[in-house]
């Protein structure tokens, strides 16, 4: 059982590449979402998913996409990076969205965009 | 709408006891949580308390929950160095949403 798996753990990018952070779970969680966290600022919701074929916008959604065509998987890509989505950033999920105690968080990946 | 807010840093001495406070606004909070970020780590959930509930005691962590004044306390007993790390605390509805973080110094 590894639980959830964020790749890759470290990236650079350079300004206006495009890139996809991975974020997989095996406990068949039907709730993933994506948070960034930036100093001071505690973590804010990117996007989040209800299951598989459903996803919706979170508090700073903007500059980011992400589907979830499995209940494994939950891809948040970034078009175009900006120096602004300097951060790191955490998947987690949940079995439900009543569950709220078996919330579990990948280790994070941190990224730089230059 | 859904805010938390958090005192930034805290500092006590090992052995003290330490209080991190935390208020929201959402009234429809199920769960609220406690969560410890070391450096370069995750975070790592430490409690959890139900929102119909005044208080859980885990160990040396003691949640304390306000729903009146939605007010929500962790108290860390006989704190130790290696209680130093970010504390966020959390509140679930439907959604996650976190505090600014609590930056917790224990000096020797």
């Known amino acids: 059982n590894a639980g959830v798996t964020q790749t890759p753990k470290f990236q650079v990018l350079k300004t206006g590449q495009s890139m996809t952070l991975q974020c997989a779970q095996d406990?068949?969680?039907?709730?993933m979402s994506w948070y960034r966290q930036d100093p001071g600022m505690g973590l804010r919701l990117i996007h989040y998913s209800v299951g598989a074929g459903i996803t919706d916008q979170g508090e700073v959604p903007n500059g980011y996409n992400v589907s979830r065509s499995t209940t494994e998987d939950f891809p948040l890509r970034l078009l175009s990076a900006a120096p602004s989505q300097t951060s790191v950033y955490f998947c987690a999920s949940s079995y439900g969205r009543r569950a709220g105690n078996t919330i579990y968080f990948g280790e994070g990946s941190w990224l730089t965009v230059v | 709408g859904e805010d938390v807010e958090q005192s930034l840093f805290l500092s006590v001495r090992e052995g003290d006891s330490s209080v991190i406070n935390c208020t929201y606004t959402?009234?429809?909070?199920?769960?609220l949580y406690w969560y410890k970020q070391e450096p370069g780590a995750g975070l790592q959930l430490l409690t959890y308390?139900?929102?119909?509930?005044d208080m859980k005691q885990d160990q040396r962590l003691t949640v304390l929950l306000n729903k009146k004044d939605k007010h929500l306390s962790l108290r860390i007993a006989d704190t130790q160095t290696g209680d130093s790390a970010i504390y966020f605390c959390a509140e679930y509805t439907g959604k996650l949403i976190f505090g600014q973080g609590t930056t917790l110094q224990v000096k020797p």
């Open positions: 959402d009234s429809s909070s199920t769960y």
């Open positions: 406990m068949n969680h039907e709730y």
């Open positions: 308390i139900f929102s119909n509930m």
